[in-house]
């Protein structure tokens, strides 16, 4: 899972053959989906760890309170990893059981 | 974004065309499956992690609780449509 795409806006000439317009397109949506995704996994982290780490608001944030939230950010992510696991695996299980499509190959 | 060049859809040709068709419908189809998993990962989150977070690492009963949390929550999925298709029966 790339967070946040690759941000390579060196397209100086305005493409013109299919072929460029294509892989364009492509680059754009991809660098989008990227921010949305990204967008999301950061909103919930940042709901979840403060609510882990930072019980009473002091007037500012204490050392402990930074470090935990680190740790809470690397375990969400972690967290969110096993969560797309289980999910696409069980997907996976229940659609080829239904003779639908293989998803096993599937990975965010 | 904001110097995103116009680009003339009406250049592209049939092949191009398909393949690009074929690709956003993976694309959305990637998206509403990384959607459901930011809501799954949620639910669980609030099930799994309850004690103080002391490591960064996820670990074994956390990954453990993260895939039962999973499973179950596509049991009780299964057996809401299940039961209600008893109810429409009756």
């Known amino acids: 899972m790339a967070l946040f795409g690759s941000s390579s806006s060196a397209e100086a000439s ?3 053959s299919s072929q460029e317009i294509k892989a364009s397109l492509i680059r754009q949506v991809q660098e989008e989906a990227a921010m949305s995704n990204a967008r999301s996994l950061i909103g919930k982290v940042n709901e979840h760890c403060f609510d882990a780490c930072v019980p009473t608001p002091g007037a500012s944030l204490s050392a402990k309170e930074s470090t935990c939230l680190s740790q809470c950010m690397e375990k969400y992510i972690g967290f969110w ?3 797309s696991r289980a999910y696409i695996a069980r997907v996976s299980k229940e659609s ?3 003779g639908g499509a293989d998803l096993s190959g599937v990975s965010l | 974004m904001d ?3 116009q680009l003339d859809i009406a250049k592209l040709n049939d092949a191009d065309r398909k393949e690009l068709t074929q690709y956003l419908a993976n694309e959305a189809q990637k998206s509403n499956i990384q959607q459901t998993v930011h809501g799954l990962a949620d639910i669980c989150w609030k099930k799994c992690i309850t004690g103080k977070i002391s490591s960064g690492r996820l670990d074994q009963p956390e990954e453990a609780c993260a895939q039962n949390c999973v499973e179950r929550w596509m049991d009780t999925n ?3 449509l299940k039961h ?3 109810l429409r029966g009756q």
């Open chain 2, 78 to 80: 299964f057996a809401v």
């Open chain 1, 96 to 98: 080829k059981s239904l």
């Open chain 1, 14 to 16: 305005s493409p013109s």
């Open chain 2, 84 to 86: 209600l298709e008893t």
């Open chain 2, 3 to 5: 110097t995103q060049t």
């Open chain 1, 81 to 83: 990893n096993a969560t």
